[in-house]
């Protein structure tokens, strides 16, 4: 069965350090998500993305946060200046509809120390 | 305002009882989904129901919708104990807002 993958696992990263994180969507999906779970609490939506631009935001998606899809098949999340607070697990997903049906990846728990 | 909130936060049945969890939610939705975490791992969906649907089944699943009173169900029947996990519901407000609102999930433990 296809999946999603992400890559890294896990990444530790130092305070004011750039991460990107990567994903691979199914591959005849069209929608693309982030979103993020900090231990013990909710499932949070980032961002949507379709037809090469991104669909909707929330709030905890600021200037330091980007999303792209460099070619065919990678989507990537970029944290310009990571903060202690945006440790948490990661996780992409896509669909092959908006918003029904999402497949997620495993995740990378992002450590910043 | 944030969507989707389950009850109870955790419920612990022997093998072979059903696991019944519920879940609330605050504004119109077109769509309703029941994910499955199991520890540490990325969500699987189980369910969707639209707004216009009560009750759906999928399996040993069991959905059910009230749109008036703003809820959903989740009915697992005849638990196994690989039902062992998390789940959570989420909702979608409209067909053109690709953002689902997770709930904080329901922590199911199966006993063999």
């Known amino acids: 069965e296809p999946e999603v993958t992400q890559t890294p696992s896990h990444q530790v990263t130092q305070m004011g350090q750039e991460v990107i994180l990567r994903c691979v969507p199914i591959?005849?999906?069209?929608?693309f998500y982030w979103y993020r779970q900090i231990l013990g609490q909710k499932v949070e939506f980032l961002v949507s993305?379709?037809?090469?631009?991104?669909?909707?935001k929330s709030e905890i998606f600021d200037d330091q946060f980007s999303v792209e899809r460099p070619d065919g098949s990678n989507f990537t999340l970029k944290i310009r200046s990571t903060k202690l607070e945006d440790s948490a697990m990661y996780f992409c997903?896509?669909?092959?509809?908006?918003?029904?049906?999402?497949?997620f990846g495993s995740g990378t728990q992002l450590s910043v120390l | 305002s944030q969507q989707g909130e389950e009850d109870p936060q955790a419920l612990s049945i022997q093998e072979g009882e059903n696991a019944t969890m519920n879940c609330s939610y605050k504004?119109?939705?077109?769509?309703l989904q029941w994910y499955r975490q199991n520890s540490g791992r990325g969500l699987v969906h189980l369910i969707l129901?639209?707004?216009?649907?009560r009750e759906k089944h999928s399996g040993r699943l069991r959905v059910t919708l009230d749109t008036s009173k703003k809820s959903s169900s989740l009915l697992i029947t005849a638990s196994r104990a690989a039902d062992t996990a998390s789940y959570f519901c989420?909702?979608?407000?409209?067909?053109?807002?690709?953002?689902?609102?997770f709930g904080a999930g329901t922590t199911v433990t199966v006993r063999a």
């Open positions: 989420a909702t979608g407000v409209s067909s053109n807002d690709y953002k689902l609102s």
């Open positions: 591959s005849n999906h069209l929608y």
């Open positions: 129901i639209r707004s216009n649907e």
């Open positions: 993305f379709y037809n090469n631009e991104i669909s909707e």
């Open positions: 997903a896509s669909s092959v509809r908006g918003g029904e049906k999402l497949f």
């Open positions: 504004t119109s939705i077109n769509n």
